[in-house]
């Protein structure tokens, strides 16, 4: 058969046509689904590592939260454990960076900023944001404490920064 002429490849090509289509377009998904599953897989295990991350994270946090509220367990932690917390946190926060997303970190940092006054000096803590006059009337008040707070105290704006960074943190686990 020779095969020289249209007449003769013509039947030939639509034979094979589909063929390579379908290899082809086999191939192309094939392929899309690896880069899929790569994809999935490597955010997964950012999201684990998140939790992680969380999980040591997240009682000082909210020990933080609870202190500058006066709610839950307040009356029990002291000004100076509020400052390791808070140090353990940023340290956390700081190391783990590449993990969490901008907007998480964004969150993080104003949340702190409404909690904490910094920058107050070269031997001196932080300033814990905080009414002192509400923690001056508990049993386990010294009078070194009154160094560790800072005024300024809103209410409302903790809670709104509290809520925006629970929102990074979900967001960045996913549950949206």
Request: net charge neutral; charged share 30%.
């Amino acid at each position: 058969m020779d095969l020289t002429t249209w007449k003769d490849l013509a039947p030939l090509l639509a034979v094979f046509s589909p063929i390579v289509v379908l290899v082809l377009s086999g191939l192309w998904f094939n392929q899309s689904l690896e880069k899929l599953k790569s994809r999935l897989q490597t955010t997964q295990a950012i999201v684990q590592k998140r939790a992680e991350i969380y999980t040591e994270m997240q009682e000082p946090l909210n020990d933080i939260y609870c202190y500058i509220k006066r709610v839950g367990k307040w009356k029990t932690i002291t000004p100076e454990k509020v400052i390791r917390r808070k140090r353990f946190v940023d340290q956390k926060m700081h190391a783990t960076r590449p993990f969490w997303s901008k907007g998480m970190q964004d969150a993080y940092k104003e949340f702190m900023g409404v909690c904490f006054v910094t920058n107050r000096g070269h031997i001196v803590n932080a300033g814990i944001v905080a009414e002192v006059v509400k923690y001056q009337e508990l049993d386990s008040w010294k009078d070194e404490y009154i160094d560790y707070y800072d005024g300024g105290f809103d209410e409302s704006r903790l809670d709104q920064v509290n809520d925006k960074l629970m929102d990074a943190l979900s967001k960045d686990f996913g549950v949206e």
